[in-house]
Structure formats: C-alpha cells, structure tokens
Nanobody, 118 residues
Framework: QVQLVESGGGLVQPGGSLTLSCAASGSYLDINTMGWYRRPPGKQREMVAAFSSGKTITYGHSVQARFTLSRDTAKNTIYLQMNNLKPEDTAVYYC????????????WGQGTQVTVSS
C-alpha cells in the first residue's frame, strides 16, 4: 500500500516562509512524477510545482521565483520551500505522485493547510 505523508503546513505572516515535505512509502518500482498541488478557498485545484520523469521541475506561474522544489531520492521525499508568502498562497496543499509498479497510478496525500495572514 503506497502512502504519501505530508508535513509542514501552518500559519505564517505575509512575507514569511514555510517548508512542506512529502514522503512516499510502500511498494513501487519508480516515481514518474511527484509534486505539489493546492486548492485555495473557493477555487479549483492548481499545480504548484512538480518533478517530471525527466527530472525537470515545473512551477506554477504564481509561485515562480518564490517557491523551490527539491528532493532527497534516498528518502523518497520531496520538499517545497516557500518564501515571501502572500495571502493568496493560502490553500490546502496536496502532495501528488504518479508511481510505476505493474502499471502507473496516481496517489494523493491527505493535504496540509497553509494559511498566510497577519
């Protein structure tokens, strides 16, 4: 059973920083893609940042130059460093992974709340 375990959300003031982490556990052969999505209040889910199978990182337009995605392959963990946070970054952040075993499957974490407010 594959699980994505997220941590690191919370309340932060505008201009502050937070780091989210997501660890993949369970049985699979390879990670095709892995990254973060978010759902702001009253809005649809959007891509924040993700690694592709070619190791390329793609960022959402609104977070470029403020957020940095990194990973520790030995720990099957990704990190999202979020700097200069703005109120519009308030959302539930979800870790996503597309993993290959006998076939490819999408997995989602339980979500972690990030609130940017003074």
């Amino acid at each position: 059973q594959v699980q994505l375990v997220e941590s690191g959300g919370g309340l932060v003031q505008p201009g502050g920083s937070l780091t989210l982490s997501c660890a993949a556990s369970g049985s699979y052969l390879d990670i095709n893609t892995m990254g973060w999505y978010r759902r702001p209040p009253g809005k649809q889910r959007e891509m924040v940042a993700a690694f592709s199978s070619g190791k390329t990182i793609t960022y959402g337009h609104s977070v470029q130059a403020r957020f940095t995605l990194s990973r520790d392959t030995a720990k099957n963990t990704i990190y999202l460093q979020m700097n200069n946070l703005k109120p519009e970054d308030t959302a539930v952040y979800y870790c996503h992974a597309n993993l290959f075993s006998s076939s490819t499957t999408d997995y989602w974490g339980q979500g972690t709340q990030v609130t940017v407010s003074s």
